[in-house]
């Protein structure tokens, strides 16, 4: 048995999605499970369990550059790819039209969402591109919602919590102090979490014998974590690093070698939930539910704080203590 997967972004959509390559798996024991992404994300796609071949698929560059020549060669390059295998199913786990295309040019039957769910982005060409389109609660957990249409898709019963199968090349000692990662960095400005109050964060961190780690994506993102680590460096040398630019998979790994993270609403901070590691994660809207850990997924020790506009020191430290007691 074949399957081909379509979930070519964003980064936290992709970790979301990778449960679902797990249930298939369980399934359908042998099943050769095969995955259509973006370039700059195939490095985590990489690293799931039970993925056979990552097809990249470069749109947002391709969408530039559409009709040049060099372009439209590569996309009959992936559209010969595409159709080179039978799959017996094909499935579109992002619901856009894009995804649908890409689905649809595949060979095999395809499947995909019939309808929008709170909080994601759904255009409606999508459900008649496909060949099966299937109905989803709308109010559903963005991993739930990729595991229900698989198991839908395929005609199987979810069974057990979620398991993302994600590899990462953990340390085989322990450190001295442990580590903790601040994922202050997102793609949206109203996901920020004040600078102030990482800084105000990272000195209780320190005082309890935590040593700070601080990845970036960006320019942006590595100035704000130049500008943190510099207001923890006082007094406190050696227990604070930037980290310096990594490619994903590198990221991955560095995240597995931490101790715990507390992070904004992001792809990375929801690596650290497939990682299973010690994580509070900070909302500024009340979304928690839709992308967060939850305790109905098995997440004993990874939290959600939320409020408008973002939650205080308190709180977020408050689960901090709760998850690192556990």
Known sequence: M??????????????????????????????QVDWVVEPAFAPLVRRADGVSEVIECPLRR???????????????????????????AVIDLQGLTKSAWIARTAKGRSHGLANQTEGSSFEWPAGFLVDNAIKVEPHIHAMDRARVLVSKALG?????PPRYGLRAARPTARPEKPTVA?????SRDDKLWPQAQWVSLGKRMIDAGWRIALPHGSEAEQTRAEMIGAALQFDRMNLVEVWPSLKLDAVVDRLAATQ?????????SHIAVALNLPHVQIY???????????????????LCV???GGPGLEPVWAAWLKVVDL
Request: positive net charge; without cysteine.
């Open 62 to 88: 391709w969408r530039q550059a559409w009709w040049t020549g060099p372009v439209r060669a590569e996309w009959a390059k992936l559209r010969a790819r595409l159709q080179s295998v039978q799959y017996d």
């Open 260 to 268: 715990g993270v507390v992070g904004v609403d992001s792809g990375l």
């Open 156 to 160: 199987f019963e979810l069974k057990g």
């Open 2 to 31: 074949r399957v081909l997967i379509v979930k070519l972004s964003s980064l936290g959509d992709v970790v979301h999605s990778l449960p679902a390559v797990q249930d298939i798996r369980t399934a359908f024991p042998g099943v």
């Open 182 to 186: 601040f994922v202050h960095g997102t």
């Open 306 to 308: 939320e409020a408008p």
């Open 284 to 302: 500024n809207f009340p979304t928690a539910w839709r992308t967060g850990p939850q305790a109905a997924h098995g997440n004993r020790d990874q």
